[in-house]
């Protein structure tokens, strides 16, 4: 008979591992694990808790007449997904899962969950599709598969930072509410801001430039950014990452695209590194990119798309995502430089012998566009003609001109969306994937 049992909290216990910690070198050590009641079992006289953590999860093995019958008793009136913590002593077992177990001296019932659950934390019992999924994320981010997606992009922002850190650049913090738009467009989420107009910011681009002219010389930031873009596909959000560089003193595009050819690979080896569990959950290995990353222009890109695919697209318009999946195939990763100008953001210098063509590009990866960049223009007259020859009135970038006008060195950089960048490096099928509560058109909660 099962019996209602109370919720105990953790009193005076500590966790002393977790489960991944828990190995068969600790045989006879007494440890205190914590977690979720994943799975029950009963065979026999053997009572199975499959505890799951944050790094894993690890078996409780209770046997009648090796473990208090009390005990045994409230095994068997735990319920899935409750919170427990168990202390107990760990035992060598090659039959159990990492060769190791855990047979309990004491359990206590820290919290509850309500039956039945809204949806299966095993996947393998009753997949749910991913619009129930965000529903009730927080259950979905306690499957392996799920949770592991987002220690790799831990691990890759950690990288982005220990990479830059070692370039020599300086990490910055650029507004996140700003008074005027950014690329010159309209799609700005409006924010209340006391009596004045204001939005939330959709690219870090004016500020970090700004701080070319303060003489920073190198910045480097990962920020928030909105985009109200009022799509629907698998590849946007309208709330993402970006993983920002500016780089001053540079003599082309190169300047700052060779941080590609540094940072991708260096990102890929740290997450080969850290994250050897989290792939093996995934059943993915990850090939290193070799550097340099092949540069391609964009002529040679739509002549590769012609030829190769019979995919024909008009000069000057962007790539779609079947251009993008088809250049992936001719070679992965790419940057595809020198894009007509007429594609681009206003302040992308064009090129001086051919102002049809500016140092934009983008770098594709696995089939999709992770990031893009240019060389900017930093005179201020050439930045003026820029601006008018796009139609944008000058006067909403006062703050941002001003800057040209009193020094600004020869500079350029590059922004990497970070779930894009997690998209395309695990092969997922949608961007939601890639964040933990995604926003999009249709969902702004959980």
């Known amino acids: ?19 991944v910690e828990v190995t068969p070198k600790l045989d006879g050590k007494q440890v205190i694990v914590c977690g979720w009641v994943r799975e029950l079992r009963t065979m026999g006289k053997l009572n199975f808790i499959k505890l799951a953590d944050r790094e894993g999860f690890i078996q409780i093995t209770a046997k009648s007449g090796v473990v208090d019958e009390e005990l045994i008793n409230k095994i068997v009136d735990l319920g899935r997904e409750w919170v427990i913590a168990v202390k107990g002593t760990v035992r060598k077992n090659k039959e159990a899962p990492g060769g190791r177990e855990i047979i309990p001296i004491a359990i206590r019932i820290v919290n509850k969950a309500e039956a039945p659950l809204p949806m299966e934390v095993e996947t393998k019992k009753t997949p749910a599709e991913l619009p129930t999924r965000l529903d009730w994320r927080f259950i979905d981010l306690r499957k392996p598969e799920v949770a ?21 650049f300086i990490d910055v913090n650029p507004p996140i509410i700003v008074g005027a738009a950014t690329e010159g467009g309209a799609e700005l989420f409006p924010v209340s ?18 701080l070319l002219a303060a003489g920073f010389d190198k910045v ?8 109200a873009e009022p799509h629907d596909s698998y590849r946007h959000l309208n709330e993402l990452i970006q993983m920002d560089i500016e780089v001053a003193w540079i003599n082309d595009e190169e300047g700052a695209l060779k941080y590609f050819d540094g940072f991708v690979p260096f990102a890929i080896k740290q997450v080969n590194k850290y994250c050897k569990q989290q792939l093996a959950t995934l059943q993915m290995r990850l090939s290193v990119p070799k550097a340099p990353i092949t540069r391609l222009t964009y002529d040679d890109a739509l002549a590769v798309l012609k030829d190769e695919f019979d995919i024909e697209l008009p ?12 250049i992936c195939e001719h070679v992965n990763p790419v940057l595809i430089t020198k894009w007509p100008t007429e594609a681009r953001a206003f302040y992308a210098m064009p090129e001086p012998d051919n102002p049809k063509i500016c140092r934009a590009y983008d770098l594709l990866y696995n ?8 060389q900017r223009i930093h005179i201020f007259d050439d930045l003026i003609k820029s601006l008018k020859a796009k139609n944008i009135d000058p006067s909403g970038f006062k703050f941002y001109l001003d800057a040209f006008r009193y020094g600004m060195p020869p500079h350029g950089g590059w922004s990497i969306g970070l779930e894009r960048f997690v998209m395309a490096l695990l092969k997922l099928s949608n961007i939601r994937e890639a964040r933990l509560f995604p926003r999009t058109r249709e969902r702004i909660t959980p």
């Open 148 to 168: 592991a997606i987002f220690n790799i992009t831990d691990t890759i922002k950690r990288s982005f930072f220990e990479y830059f850190d070692k370039e020599g």
């Open 1 to 19: 008979m099962v019996v209602e049992r109370p919720i105990e909290g953790l009193g005076d216990w500590v966790r002393t591992h977790y489960s």
């Open 220 to 227: 480097s930031m990962v920020t928030p950014v909105f985009r």
């Open 367 to 374: 089939g999709i566009e992770i990031a893009s960049g240019a």
């Open 193 to 210: 801001y006391f009596d004045r107009e204001a939005f939330l910011n959709q690219s870090p681009q004016l500020y970090k430039q700004i």
């Open 315 to 326: 000069w000057g318009s962007d790539l779609t995502p079947e251009a993008e999946r088809k």
